[in-house]
């Protein structure tokens, strides 16, 4: 659909809302309106490449979008991503900041068209959390160029002139693997989706998970799950019908239990269910699987939970990102990292 084709009012229906609701939160306006449905608008915004004139600007034609923002995300998938989103929106506005969300679903070249339009045009700053790390140093380099203040977000570059707030991974995963290491599992199973492994943040998790392991004098598994790949060629697959016994698994990142929920039935371990799970992040379950049950058997092994502190990390890149802009070259890059907190959620723990 080209751009001239979408109006407020395509976005309305897809949405299933009133024309006016998408206007107020697509001009960041005060409304009443839950996160999932903001999120939903804005990510269907962006899928349509909406643009308010119906014309893409020019640098000539273009004043600049004053006090505006642009958050570029991975994807809008989970609920860590969309708390970021709505608390950036949030404290913006408190601020007297537009927000500007942007999709990349996973894909480095449409993080790079989106930096290209916030460019064009010539937004206050940008709030980055890129896909993936090895492109982390290009879009520094262009950022720079450009003289866009910018705060990358969760995913950081390992540098020490850029500004980033992120979560403490390496010691969360450290706490969640110990915690079930208490509980008396020797042989966990550390499970990481592949596009995850781009990035330096889950680098620093499955550090935690081998360095808590080593600590007990225990042997570390780790391996990569290829949601997109038939299973059963898969070297999980082989490992997790090999004569190891695993008694509990960690999921990297939560969200991605779903795929080890596809998993289980093609293993030993679909018939005994004998084991217990440790995950990083909450997560969303699909109604259709509360309303029917449908693996809850597997949701119900889950017994300790890392935590990270979405909107502290989101409010904190805010208040960052403001202060460079209203610094200019006077502004020294900071870095923080947020505590990340361990949930239990079986019995007779503290």
């Given at each position: 659909m080209e751009n001239k084709q979408v109006t407020l009012q395509t976005i309305a229906d897809m949405a299933h809302?009133?024309?006016?609701?998408?206007?107020?939160?697509?001009?960041?306006?005060e409304v009443r309106?839950?996160?999932?449905k903001r999120t939903q608008i804005l990510r269907i915004a962006n899928e349509l490449d909406y643009i308010p004139s119906g014309q893409i600007f020019t640098n000539a034609a273009n004043p600049g979008l004053q006090k505006t923002i642009?958050?570029?995300?991975?994807?809008?998938?989970?609920?860590?991503?969309?708390?970021?989103?709505?608390?950036v929106t949030k404290d913006a506005y408190e601020n007297g900041y537009s927000v500007m969300i942007f999709d990349g679903k996973n894909d480095s070249s449409?993080?790079?068209?989106?930096?290209?339009?916030?460019?064009?045009?010539?937004?206050?700053?940008?709030?980055?959390?890129?896909?993936?790390?090895?492109?982390?140093?290009?879009?520094?380099?262009?950022?720079?160029?450009?003289?866009i203040p910018f705060v990358f977000i969760d995913c950081y570059p390992n540098v020490p002139d850029v500004s980033f707030v992120s979560s403490y991974n390496k010691e969360g995963m450290f706490r969640l693997t110990?915690?079930?290491?208490?509980?008396?599992?020797?042989?966990?199973l550390s499970i990481i989706q592949d596009k995850s492994t781009l990035t330096n943040v889950s680098m620093q998790r499955l550090n935690g998970y081998f360095e808590a392991m080593d600590k007990y004098g225990l042997t570390g598994y780790n391996e990569i799950i290829y949601p997109d790949r038939e299973y059963s060629m898969q070297p999980i697959y082989s490992l997790m019908n090999s004569s190891v016994e695993f008694t509990a698994f960690i999921i990297h990142t939560a969200s991605d239990i779903r795929y080890f929920c596809e998993l289980i039935p093609s293993t030993k371990y679909a018939e005994k269910l004998n084991f217990e799970i440790g995950a990083f992040d909450d997560f969303n379950i699909p109604f259709s699987d509360y309303i029917t049950r449908r693996n809850e058997d597997i949701y119900d092994r889950i017994v300790s939970v890392i935590s990270q502190r979405p909107k502290e990390i989101a409010s904190q890149a805010v208040h960052m990102l403001l202060e460079n802009i209203k610094k200019g070259e006077s502004f020294l890059p900071k870095q923080i990292f947020i505590d990340c907190d361990l949930i239990y959620l079986a019995d007779g723990q503290k």
């Open positions: 809302v009133s024309k006016a609701l998408v206007s107020r939160v697509l001009n960041n306006r309106v839950s996160a999932e642009a958050f570029i995300l991975p994807h809008l998938d989970y609920n860590f991503m969309s708390t970021m989103a709505d608390t449409l993080e790079m068209r989106y930096l290209d339009l916030c460019h064009s045009l010539r937004v206050s700053g940008i709030i980055l959390d890129s896909f993936s790390s090895a492109n982390n140093k290009k879009y520094i380099e262009k950022l720079t160029e450009w003289g110990e915690s079930l290491i208490q509980r008396g599992h020797k042989n966990i």
